[in-house]
C-alpha cells in the first residue's frame, strides 16, 4: 500500500529551463509535505516543505504546489540547473490518532533528475 | 557540527550474523528514527525514539531492535542477519526547524 507515490522514475531537463516534479498520495490524514533531494553515497537533504494549510510555498528557485482536492503535490525548479541533478524524494507526515505528530515521514520512491548543461 | 553520524559506512554480513548500526548525534534533538532504502524504493521507517527510553516500531521493524539510553545515541540491532535485510539504512534526527540524516550504512546479507 503505496500511500506517497512518484510515478515518474526519471526526469532529463535542459540547464535553464523547468523541472517539474509529481508527487500523488492517498492518506488524506498527512498534513505536511516535505521535498528531499539525494546525492548518490550521502544521506537525503531538505529542501523544501508545504503545510496543508497552504497552496503554495516557494523558496528561492524551488516552488511547491499542493492541491489537496487532488492529493497531489509537485516541485517546481526554475532555471534548473546541472548541480540540480540528484534523486528527488516527496515524504508526507500525519498526526497521531491524538493530534500529536512524532514526525513519523512515509516517501515516495523517488525521482532521478538529470540536468544537461 | 558532525550533526548525524552514523557507522559503519560498508558492511557485508553472512546469514545469521548480528550487528549493531550505530547512529549519533550532537544537536540534541529528542526526536531520531532509523530508516531503510531498497533499490527504486521510497525510504520506509524502521524505529523511531521522542526521547531516551522512548521507542516505537515504524512500518517494517521486523528483524530489528533498537534502544535510547541516551538523548544522543540511538543504535540499530540486526539479531539474525538475512538477505532481505539487505539494504541502505538512514538514521535521522528532527528539531522543530527539520530533519537531519546521516550518511547512510550500505549492509549486504551474503
Known amino acids: 500500500d503505496q500511500q506517497v507515490k512518484q510515478n515518474s522514475p526519471s526526469l532529463s531537463v535542459q540547464e535553464g529551463r523547468i523541472s517539474i516534479l509529481n508527487c500523488d498520495y492517498t492518506?488524506?490524514?498527512?498534513?505536511?509535505f516535505l521535498w528531499y533531494k539525494k546525492y548518490p553515497a550521502e544521506g537525503p537533504t531538505f529542501l523544501i516543505s508545504?503545510?496543508?494549510?497552504?497552496d503554495k510555498n516557494e523558496d528561492g528557485r524551488f516552488t511547491v504546489f499542493l492541491n489537496k482536492s487532488a492529493k497531489h503535490l509537485s516541485l517546481h525548479i526554475v532555471p534548473s540547473q546541472p548541480g540540480d541533478s540528484a534523486v528527488y524524494f516527496c515524504?508526507?507526515?500525519?498526526?497521531?490518532?491524538?493530534?500529536?505528530?512524532?514526525?513519523?515521514?512515509?516517501f515516495g520512491q523517488g525521482t532521478i533528475l538529470t540536468v544537461h548543461p | 557540527n558532525a550533526g548525524v553520524t552514523q557507522t559503519p559506512k560498508f558492511r557485508i554480513l553472512k546469514i545469521g550474523q548480528s550487528m549493531t548500526l550505530q547512529c549519533t548525534q550532537d544537536?540534541?534533538?529528542?526526536?531520531m528514527y532509523w530508516y531503510r532504502q531498497d533499490p527504486g524504493m521510497g525510504l520506509k521507517l524502521i524505529y523511531y525514539?521522542?526521547?531516551?527510553?522512548?521507542?516505537d516500531k515504524g512500518e517494517v521493524p521486523n528483524g530489528y531492535n533498537v534502544s535510547r539510553s541516551t538523548t544522543e545515541d540511538f543504535p540499530l540491532r540486526l539479531e539474525l542477519a538475512a538477505p532481505s535485510q539487505t539494504s541502505v539504512y538512514f538514521c535521522?534526527?528532527?528539531?522543530?526547524?527539520?530533519?537531519?540524516f546521516g550518511s547512510g550504512t550500505r549492509l549486504t546479507v551474503v
Open positions: 508545504i503545510s496543508s494549510i497552504k
Open positions: 535521522a534526527s528532527r528539531s522543530n526547524y527539520g530533519y537531519t
Open positions: 492518506n488524506s490524514m498527512f498534513d505536511y
Open positions: 544537536m540534541n534533538h529528542n526526536y
Open positions: 525514539s521522542v526521547g531516551a527510553g522512548i521507542t
Open positions: 515524504a508526507a507526515s500525519a498526526p497521531n490518532a491524538g493530534g500529536t505528530s512524532y514526525g513519523k515521514l512515509t
